[in-house]
């Protein structure tokens, strides 16, 4: 089964606007993860939220999580045209077992 | 800040020859992972690693895959007899327990 499917694919924004990323996922689990990756480099970890916690904010960043729907998301304040990338969520079932990522959504903040 | 080491950036090797993987987790994380990115695809798990042993693998992670601690630092992946299907981004992982992974900037195997 799928985990950790990201709408949309892809998003384009104006600099300084709000960008919101979403994912779902299937089954129960430990705790989602975001990550970014710049075009042909690696995965760069932006914020974990557990199970039992429903919001978290890092920076620019807020992450939510809605156990019942199994759904987060990710929002991005104010962008910036350097926040251009793919966006990826990825769960973890029980606590350090293999994460499973979504296809990503590409964002691109136009200056 | 501490960082996952990679190397090389970038391997191109001839089909049916063997590969490896280097890795430099960072130096008081337990857990060691190993995924590949196929270009324009999700990326996917291959094997785990904890304690010196492997904890889990995916259906990926054959037996042409091996990884190694071969002593307190370094992690490696070596896929025996290349594909051209293995051509992919191979990134290396490690974690504390419990907490979010941090990836090395891969490496990018092309197979010819």
């Known amino acids: 089964s799928q985990q950790g499917e990201e709408d949309p694919q892809a998003l384009s924004i104006q600099e300084g606007e709000n960008a919101t990323m979403n994912c779902s996922y299937k089954?129960?689990?430990?705790?989602l993860q975001w990550y970014r990756q710049n075009s042909g480099r690696g995965l760069v970890h932006l914020i974990l939220?557990?199970?039992?916690?429903r919001e978290k904010h890092s920076g620019r960043l807020r992450v939510t999580l809605d156990t019942s729907k199994k759904s987060s998301s990710l929002l991005i304040t104010a962008s910036r045209a350097a926040d251009t990338a793919s966006y990826f969520c990825a769960t973890d079932v029980m606590g350090n077992t293999p994460l499973v990522f979504g296809k990503g959504t590409r964002l691109s903040v136009i200056a | 800040e501490p960082e996952v080491t990679q190397t090389p950036s970038h391997q191109v090797t001839q089909m049916g020859q063997e590969v490896i993987l280097r890795c430099v987790p960072i130096s008081n994380h337990l857990y060691f992972y190993w995924y590949r990115q196929i270009l324009g695809q999700k990326v996917e798990f291959l094997v785990s690693?904890?304690?010196?042993?492997?904890?889990?693998k995916s259906e990926i992670f054959d037996d042409q895959f091996s990884v190694e601690r071969p002593d307190g630092s370094n992690f490696t992946l070596k896929i025996r007899s290349t594909k051209l299907e293995d051509s992919a981004m191979y990134f290396c992982?490690?974690?504390?327990?419990?907490?979010?992974?941090?990836f090395g900037s891969g490496t990018r195997l092309t197979v010819v």
């Open positions: 089954t129960s689990i430990n705790n």
């Open positions: 992982a490690s974690s504390e327990q419990f907490q979010g992974y941090t």
């Open positions: 690693f904890y304690n010196n042993e492997i904890s889990e």
């Open positions: 939220i557990r199970s039992n916690e």
